[in-house]
């Protein structure tokens, strides 16, 4: 922040800009300078003592960035003052100038003199430095969150120095886990560790509703929050599992994925996972559904429509509803 401290006499020099306004300059620096300005009729002579002052401006040189001034200004005549003003103004980028004082009527006159202070700060300077130092801190918590992440997939390594207190059988494999982490992370295994059940009395479970694969992968988002090389087919079976242990956020991944993954191709199968697991994953395939398929003519021709009216006949009335409903704003529009 530049600070101008102002105790002199008014200029007795005038200029005139390119709008035939009369300028007093009170220079504060190269690029700085305090202004009083004067509209005169066309008739008024050039010398200051017959310049009634209107404004107080402040002006720069350099039109480049976004500054903020602010100050007092204080006027006097013979030690008493008869003009004094507050002012906090912005100038922003290709501005030359800010008007800090206005509706004046001040005659000129040699025993003018000039008080208070102007303070100008380069605020662009300010908020780069603001949005550098949010970006840095947002580095080293990302940072710190991914040390984080790969400390708590370590504890499922075999040979972890810290040891798992709970086995967890599927199709044959066991795979080490802590209940202190499958707990924090799901209620489901909260409430099976909190309430004496078999297989927490035995620290051993067996998993029977859901692949290796799925279970390592489920495993590997409750410990790190981390998910990767996701298919349609892996993100239906993770959602799956997402759901039978209420984790809502690894729910939202999947829904997330399977959303930018949709086409004609596996709409239905998508139709199918959101009528099970998520009204918004739903939502979203029968809005594409009604996009992609302008006429009910051609969904009653496909195999995924004629299953679906026979084994959900609900969700088909559904879908039939929004189709009419589409087709119908379409036409108003």
Request: glycine fraction near 2%.
């Given at each position: 922040m530049q600070e101008f401290p102002i105790n002199c006499s008014i200029p007795n020099v005038s200029t005139t800009d390119e709008r035939r306004r009369k300028l007093l300059k009170l220079r504060l620096s190269d690029e700085w300078a305090i202004v009083l300005v004067s509209n005169p009729p066309l008739r008024v002579v050039l010398l200051p003592a017959f310049l009634m002052i209107n404004s107080i401006e402040i002006h720069r040189k350099n039109t480049a960035g976004k500054c903020s001034v602010l100050g007092e200004l204080r006027i006097m005549q013979h030690g008493a003052q008869v003009f004094q003003k507050k002012f906090s103004q912005s100038i922003e980028t290709g501005t030359s100038f800010a008007e800090t004082c206005s509706n004046m009527t001040l005659n000129y006159s040699p025993q003018l003199w000039f008080e208070g202070f102007v303070k100008i700060s380069d605020t662009g300077k300010k908020q780069q430095a603001s949005l550098a130092n949010e970006e840095s801190k947002l580095k080293i918590e990302l940072k710190s969150l991914e040390e984080l992440s790969n400390d708590f997939e370590r504890l499922l390594h075999p040979e972890s120095s810290c040891p798992a207190d709970i086995t967890l059988k599927c199709n044959g494999v066991s795979i080490p886990a802590h209940k202190t982490i499958l707990s924090a992370r799901s209620p489901v295994f909260a409430a099976m560790f909190a309430h004496s059940m078999n297989e927490s009395l035995k620290n051993e479970m067996c998993i029977t509703d859901i692949d290796e694969s799925v279970l390592r992968a489920l495993l590997k988002y409750m410990y790190t929050g981390k998910i990767s090389n996701l298919t349609v087919d892996s993100a239906a079976e993770l959602l799956f599992a997402a759901d039978k242990c209420q984790l809502q956020?690894?729910?939202?991944?999947?829904?997330?994925?399977?959303?930018?993954?949709?086409?004609?191709?596996?709409?239905?199968?998508?139709?199918?996972?959101?009528?099970?697991?998520?009204?918004?994953?739903?939502?979203?395939?029968?809005?594409?559904?009604?996009?992609?398929?302008?006429?009910?003519?051609?969904?009653?021709?496909?195999?995924?429509?004629?299953?679906?009216?026979?084994?959900?006949?609900?969700?088909?009335?559904?879908?039939?509803?929004?189709?009419?409903?589409?087709?119908?704003?379409?036409?108003?529009h």
């Open positions: 956020d690894l729910k939202e991944v999947c829904s997330f994925y399977l959303k930018d993954a949709i086409s004609p191709q596996n709409v239905w199968k998508i139709l199918g996972l959101g009528d099970m697991y998520s009204a918004d994953l739903k939502t979203f395939a029968v809005d594409y559904i009604c996009n992609n398929y302008e006429e009910f003519s051609v969904v009653e021709k496909t195999k995924e429509w004629n299953e679906l009216r026979k084994e959900k006949p609900n969700m088909a009335m559904e879908l039939l509803e929004s189709l009419v409903k589409y087709r119908n704003e379409k036409i108003k």
